[in-house]
């Protein structure tokens, strides 16, 4: 929307009504399933310092030279088994974009067209930077970046900011900025995971014998030098267990996606599930909190890889919960989030 500019100095830039801006970032995808593509994308990702803290100087010719002449190849066979073919992209950016598309119809209507909502990704594309410099030109000159992790880590959530910062940085005019915090306790993602567990066990012809809330791994030392991810993750076991009135013994946690040698957050997820016949427990349900859109570790490395092997080790019924993804649910937690944290400039 641009304001009356009669009384502007002749070759004036046009001025417009201030908006405010709305960046959902996720972590990010590879752009096709092909060894270049992956190999593109892995190298960004492992290259972020903040996800591996190996130094550099030992760690690229490491990643360079040896993890990425064979990891691309195997990730992409992963991502090729869940891959959306119609749109030609990940889930990741499919849910991505729904929940951008939502959220912002769902201010537009409360909010009459003020708030501007883009999404970007930590790595690959759309790029936080372009989707910055988007917002900036519809005329946003307050931005509230919106990390889509519930549960913070340096990993995640703090390098999705960074990414935002260094690009604000090059900016001569730059917009106020706000960062959304943690809300792995927040009492409406609470109660959207809820819903969504007892949604998706409604739907079965059995019951579970026991639900198991998946996390993404993180090496131990992390947790030793003070990233609270690991107490956050078992905050948001607890709650939800308490919501859906169980028992400890019915909803535990476990973490998955571990990578490397070195420790990390334990119980590890595979050898849990693996053994869990063996002790009567044969029917199970898996749900992935700290991902608010299913990607290639819930879609492939749950639902396809910890059912195998839950089934092959004598289980007899597995189901998988899919994330939050567009849910009206989560489309409406988004928004509470959102406007308060815009409290004060809206």
């Known amino acids: ?55 550099q100087a030992i760690w690229q010719p490491i990643l360079q030279g040896i993890i990425l002449t064979f990891r691309p190849k195997k990730s992409g066979h992963a991502y090729a088994g869940i891959w959306n073919r119609e749109l030609n992209e990940s889930p990741l950016k499919t849910f991505t974009r729904a929940q951008a598309d939502g959220l912002r119809a769902a201010l537009d209507g409360a909010h009459g067209g003020r708030i501007m909502v883009e999404w970007g990704m930590r790595y690959g594309h759309p790029a936080t930077a372009k ?11 307050r931005i509230l970046l919106f990390p889509l992790y519930p549960q913070y880590s340096a990993t995640t959530t703090a390098t999705a900011c960074d990414q935002a910062f260094r690009h604000l940085m090059t900016l001569r005019r730059q917009p106020a900025v706000r960062t959304v915090p943690t809300y792995h306790d927040d009492p409406a993602y609470i109660d959207a995971l809820a819903a969504s567990v007892t949604r998706a066990l409604g739907g079965l012809s059995w019951k579970p014998d026991r639900i198991i809330a998946s996390f993404h791994g993180l090496p131990k030392l992390y947790l030793e030098k003070g990233d609270p991810y690991h107490c956050y993750c078992l905050k948001t076991t607890r709650l939800l267990r308490e919501k859906l009135g169980l028992g400890a013994d019915m909803l535990t946690h476990a973490f998955q996606s571990r990578f490397g040698r070195t420790e990390w957050l334990q119980p590890y997820l595979e050898p849990t599930v693996q053994a869990l016949p063996a002790q009567g427990v044969k029917k199970l349900a898996i749900l992935a909190p700290a991902f608010v859109s299913d990607c290639v570790e819930t879609l492939e490395e749950v639902d396809q890889g910890i059912r195998a092997t839950f089934l092959t080790a004598g289980g007899s019924d597995f189901a998988y919960i899919p994330c939050l993804n567009d849910h009206p649910d989560h489309i409406g937690l988004l928004r509470r989030i959102v406007e308060r944290e815009l409290a004060g400039w809206i």
Request: hydrophobic share 40%; with cysteine.
């Open 131 to 141: 989707a910055i410099d988007s917002l900036i030109a519809q005329g946003c000159e």
């Open 1 to 55: 929307m641009t304001q009356n500019n009669t009384n502007l100095p002749v070759g004036h830039p046009p001025v417009t009504v201030p908006k405010i801006g709305v960046l959902l970032i996720n972590l990010g995808t590879p752009e096709a399933t092909d060894y270049w593509s992956m190999r593109r994308y892995l190298s960004e990702f492992l290259s972020d310092r903040r996800v591996v803290e190996i130094p």
